[in-house]
């Protein structure tokens, strides 16, 4: 049982253009999502994150949106860069576990076309 | 700092052999975690201690044994390795308390069994 999804195993965009990665949880006891990047032969490394009580986080020019309604979050990359071609996994974690466990999506590979 | 450490890099074992992966990190966090990440399958916990002195199964422990040594250092063991087992494997650290922190993750070992 997949209980963080990311429907898009790659996704490509144009330099200078807004990547938009997608990600759907369904265990509602999740409070607290974060995004990883990684580079091969390399380790995630975390990039943003976002608790439950907001609905939008900015950092220069990553900005997720949390949708909690529809179990349904969005990282932006503006404006998309060579350097941003990895893979983007999307993380979830519940309070209720005192916040120990990350529960992975399958990852998104995001390539930027120069 | 070197953060999270790993050793070794890469292995290649034969059905049956054992070996330990090592972890180290030098951030005083209080948490360690072990992932295995296979295509198509993002990350899965495989064990986790979030203290020193206790460890608890994540999602996917058989055929594994873990080691919490000391607040640094978190060891992962293949008893009698398999196939199946093959993988690239991350252990993590994270600062507890004061709110939530993000999960720091190593380079990763990848591990062929034959």
């Known amino acids: 049982d997949q209980q963080v999804k990311q429907n898009s195993p790659s996704l490509s965009v144009q330099e200078g253009r807004i990547s938009i990665l997608n990600c759907d949880y369904t265990?509602?006891?999740?409070?607290?999502f974060l995004w990883y990047k990684k580079y091969p032969a390399e380790g995630p490394t975390f990039l943003i994150s976002i608790s439950s009580i907001k609905d939008k986080n900015e950092d220069g020019r990553f900005t997720v949106f949390l949708n909690k309604s529809a179990k349904h979050l969005s990282l932006h990359i503006v404006p998309s860069q060579p350097g941003d071609s990895a893979v983007y996994f999307c993380a979830a974690s519940a309070r209720n576990f005192g916040n120990e466990k990350l529960t992975f999506g399958t990852g998104t590979r995001l390539t930027i076309i120069p | 700092n070197a953060g999270v450490t790993q050793t070794p890099k890469f292995q290649v074992l034969k059905t049956g052999q054992s070996m330990t992966l090592q972890c180290a990190q030098d951030m005083n966090h209080n948490s360690m975690y072990w992932y295995r990440q296979d295509p198509g399958m993002g990350l899965r916990l495989i064990y986790y201690s979030a203290s020193e002195g206790t460890t608890d199964k994540g999602e996917v422990p058989n055929g594994y044994n873990v080691s919490r040594l000391n607040k640094r250092e978190f060891s992962l063991r293949l008893e009698s390795a398999a196939p199946s087992q093959t993988s690239v494997y991350f252990c993590?650290?994270?600062?507890?308390?004061?709110?939530?922190?993000?999960?720091?993750f190593g380079p990763g070992t990848r591990l062929t069994v034959l």
């Open positions: 993590a650290s994270r600062l507890t308390g004061g709110g939530y922190n993000e999960q720091f």
């Open positions: 265990n509602s006891m999740f409070d607290y």
